[in-house]
């Protein structure tokens, strides 16, 4: 059963375990990030497009989902996934 979507995070759990979806996408503080099915998260500057950053995990199922929302990958790598997806209206995460 889906739960009630109000945040961007709450978007996440109740999407991102299908196989047949290949990525989410979102804008936060001056980034571009990708989050692939796969367990890779790809950053890059919202600005120039340059600087990019592309971080994999070795994890599977729901720990893969774990690692993903746990990595800090922000530009001070001082806040988590889990942590800007709880500040995103939902409609900030799209789908690819």
């Known amino acids: 059963m889906d739960i009630e979507v109000k945040t961007a995070l ?3 759990y109740n ?7 290949d990525d989410l996408f979102f804008d936060y503080d001056g980034l571009s990030y990708q989050l692939s ?26 720990e893969l ?11 001070n ?3 988590t996934i889990r942590a800007i997806l ?4 939902p409609e900030a995460l799209s789908l690819g």
Not at 37 to 57: A, L, M, S
């Open 77 to 79: 790598k001082d806040k």
């Open 37 to 62: 099915y796969c367990g890779y998260i790809f950053t890059e500057r919202t600005d120039d497009g340059k600087d990019e950053q592309e971080y994999g995990f070795a994890e599977d199922g729901k």
């Open 15 to 21: 999407i991102f375990d299908n196989p047949e979806m």
């Open 86 to 89: 709880s500040e995103l209206p």
């Open 10 to 12: 709450d978007k996440f």
């Open 65 to 75: 989902f774990e690692a993903v929302l746990n990595a800090k990958v922000n530009q």
